[in-house]
């Protein structure tokens, strides 16, 4: 047997480039066919129908086999018999060309391509007539990649593969790996230590841990919503409703034995429910693969795989095209601020900081033991980018809501002084993260999605457009008014006219971004209590303010959000190990919730005054702000033809008789909706309908005289 210092470096696993060795080579002036098969007794080189050619040398004790290749021929195939006495006709992966063409090379380099899913990560081909899957994946500093799976022993010298130089993409098409097939990456670092095995960053679905593997999965699915993307074309529809129901799948409801419900299950009941409460969209809590439950997703290890917890990615698909075809948008977490230190993720993936910062003042989170992204390096941004565009295009998600901005936008964020490393200007802005931002917002927008920032401070103008100096964002969740409101609805109500100004403030500030109201799953967890749990007062005291409360939030501007089991006033804190407690609905307080959120919805949709100008100070107007003694607040909400909708709320347990209101026009005003309704739980007080009189107030003509219901909010129109 030869000996070789390049075949001692391929059967130790050493050798960076075997498509130099491997495959069809010449020699002298022949030809021949290598391959390396270490677990193999016997190798044969034959025809692709299985006709002998030739029986090949081991030319090295270590499974590397050769033969002379016949003048004229390109194609052929090999006959091996293994070791365990079982012979396999196979196709030499070493045969076949690079699968990646000049242009994907040029991009991903660039790091300018939208489309990167479809060419790093693992994807079913035909070259030639044979079929299998080609593997891709960015590793610039590693000295050797493998693909390694239940395909071949997981023996890291079996699939080693193919360089490109200038872009640090590995990649190898391997013939007869098909749908199902586990597989992982081997990387070796730059001075040639091995490191642990790591899931594919693009793999569309993974195994559940401890195998963490990831599977080639190819999609079948036959979309059905084609109109539903053809509508949503175009800029947003800033003047439509939005009310968003917030779900954690693995725990909105379970199986009888505390089972997940599957995809497919939640397109058949969380759908319909949906509906028939009136929300318009679902948010999803972040259902990128994750390993664990305890993240509720916001720690995501497979950003391009559907978690398997509840099915294949078809199946989630199945549920997409089903929201679409009961007119339901959906909204998905997304988590592009960290991501978990988990070997076999991100985490130094070829041995180098490739995806996050190295110096941990950049690139550490503290707060949850995770690692931030470099946002500063362009195949960073490609990848986060192509995944955002992924989901939209891919599962035809309508929206993501981008987690945790405020944790990107600050280098200083959660970091005593010492922590953290200024800009090149000596500021705490990180500017790298607010133009990846920015760059993502336009490409989500010109893909028809919209997007929500999860944003807590005020750093101007997220939801205002890129070119008019904003982050871009579509619209931006209101954390200042979702703060003052629980913390006002939380005071015994004999107090509540000293925090008067919880309730007036966020008005102040209300146009200055696309709004949504979020009762989120953060403020029902961690000893803060349900949203139920935080009303003061006896029972009855507790579900009237609840009802009042709701009632102030659909009727303040902004789109609405509400978390799974707000709309049934469930008891205790959320917890994700399991269904919400839909047995409290057979109690009138909580079924009477579901009734007011049920009507509550119809009637926000159904009345263009209560969703059409939203951000803007044309849509809203106090008639009385200042009433802090009563603790009443009273004003209009306009549409774009200028008809308005009264809206007045009584925050204290004290029936107001005769509650003199100032309105604009003369003549009968209805009620819409109260939340005292008796259908609703409450008491029933007060009329059907009101006649202005001539005895103006608050600075207009006409007034009403009320009977104002305790702990209520009224809606009333002018007939």
């Known amino acids: 047997m030869r000996k070789n210092s390049e075949y001692e470096a391929l059967v130790d696993g050493r050798h960076n480039n075997p498509f130099r060795i491997l495959g069809l080579q010449g020699s002298g002036s022949g030809r021949v066919v290598r391959t390396l098969l270490p677990a193999a007794k016997a190798v044969d080189l034959v025809e692709r129908d299985g006709a002998k050619v030739a029986a090949m040398r081991r030319i090295h004790e270590g499974g590397l086999y050769e033969a002379e290749m016949p003048p004229r021929k390109r194609s052929y195939a090999l006959r091996v018999t293994w070791e365990s006495g079982e012979t396999q006709l196979i196709e030499d992966p070493y045969r076949f060309p690079s699968t990646l063409g000049e242009l994907d090379l040029y991009l991903l380099g660039e790091g300018s391509d939208a489309y990167i899913y479809q060419k790093l990560g693992a994807h079913l081909r035909t070259i030639s007539g044979v079929t299998g899957t080609r593997f891709a994946v960015w590793a610039p500093n590693a000295s050797r990649v493998s ?30 790996v098909g749908n199902g097939a586990l597989y992982k990456y081997e990387i070796t670092d730059a001075n040639g230590k091995l490191l642990p095995l790591k899931a594919d960053p693009y793999g569309t679905l993974h195994e559940p841990p401890p195998g963490n593997s990831s599977i080639v999965f190819e ?37 009888e034995d505390g089972s997940y419900l599957g995809y497919r299950d939640f397109a058949n009941e969380l759908v319909p429910y949906v509906v028939d409460m009136g929300f318009t969209h679902i948010e999803l809590l972040p259902v990128t693969e994750h390993p664990f439950d305890g993240s509720w997703g916001y720690q995501p290890i497979g950003m391009f ?44 993936f070829d041995g180098t900081a490739l995806y996050e910062h190295a110096d941990p003042r950049k690139g550490e989170h503290a707060d949850w033991g995770t690692l931030v992204f470099n946002y500063g390096r362009r195949e960073v941004i490609n990848y986060l980018v192509g995944n955002a565009l992924y989901w939209i295009d891919e599962f035809h998600i309508d929206a993501l809501r981008v987690d945790a901005v405020a944790s990107m936008l600050y280098l200083d964020y959660s970091r005593e002084e010492g922590e ?38 005020a750093w101007p103008s997220v939801s205002r457009p890129v070119d008019a100096g904003g982050l871009g964002f579509t619209y931006k969740w209101n954390m200042g008014w979702m703060n003052d409101s629980l913390l006002y609805m939380s005071e015994d109500p004999v107090h509540r006219k000293f925090h ?59 789109k609405k959000l509400l978390f799974m089991g707000n709309e049934i006033a469930q008891n205790r804190e ?23 959120l049920r009507d509550l919805n119809k009637l926000y949709v159904a009345t263009p005054a209560l969703h059409e100008i939203d951000f803007s100070e044309a849509g809203f107007e106090w008639i009385d702000y200042s009433d802090s003694d009563s603790s009443v607040l009273s004003w209009l909400r306009r549409d774009k033809a200028g008809k308005c909708v009264v809206c007045i709320t009584n925050l204290t ?17 209805r009620i819409l909706l109260s939340t005292d309704e008796e259908q609703y739980g409450g008491s029933g007080i007060g009329a059907v309908s009101y006649e202005t009189n001539k005895d103006g107030r608050h600075g207009r003509p006409y007034s009403i005289d009320l009977t104002l219901p305790s702990l209520a909010t009224v809606f009333l129109e002018k007939t």
């Open 147 to 176: 693909v390694v799976g239940d395909f071949n022993g997981w023996d890291g010298r079996r699939h080693v593969m193919r360089l490109h130089p200038g872009n640090g993409i590995w990649e190898i098409f391997l013939p007869d």
């Open 500 to 558: 008067h100004d919880k309730m007036t403030f966020g008005l102040v500030y209300a146009f200055s971004e696309n709004f949504v109201l979020p009762l989120s799953h953060d403020e029902v967890v961690h000893g803060k209590r349900s949203i139920l749990g935080r009303m003061p007062g006896d029972r009855w005291q507790q579900f009237a303010n609840l009802r009042a409360y709701y009632g102030t939030m659909f009727a303040h501007p902004g």
């Open 574 to 596: 959320w917890n994700h190990d399991q269904s919400l407690d839909w047995h409290e609905l057979s109690e009138p307080g909580h079924e009477g919730i579901q009734r007011l």
């Open 653 to 669: 347990p004290m029936v107001r008789e005769s509650y003199r209101l100032g309105v604009p026009e003369e003549g009968t005003y």
């Open 219 to 255: 999609s079948h699915y036959d979309w059905q919503d084609k109109t539903w993307m053809a509508d949503r074309r175009g800029p947003p529809r800033l003047d439509l409703p939005t009310s968003i129901y917030e779900v954690h799948l693995g725990s909105w409801r379970r199986k």
């Open 305 to 348: 795989a559907p978690t398997q917890r509840f099915g294949t990615p078809d199946d989630f698909r199945y549920f997409v095209d089903a929201c679409h075809e009961h007119g339901i948008g959906v909204i998905m977490d997304w988590v592009p601020a960290h991501f978990p230190n988990d070997e076999y993720g991100l985490r130094r």
């Open 420 to 457: 953290w490393v200024p800009n090149e200007h000596g500021g705490n802005e990180n500017l790298e993260a607010v133009e990846f931002l920015k760059r993502l917002n336009i490409e989500l927008h010109a893909h028809g999605a919209t997007s929500y920032a999860e944003e807590s401070t």
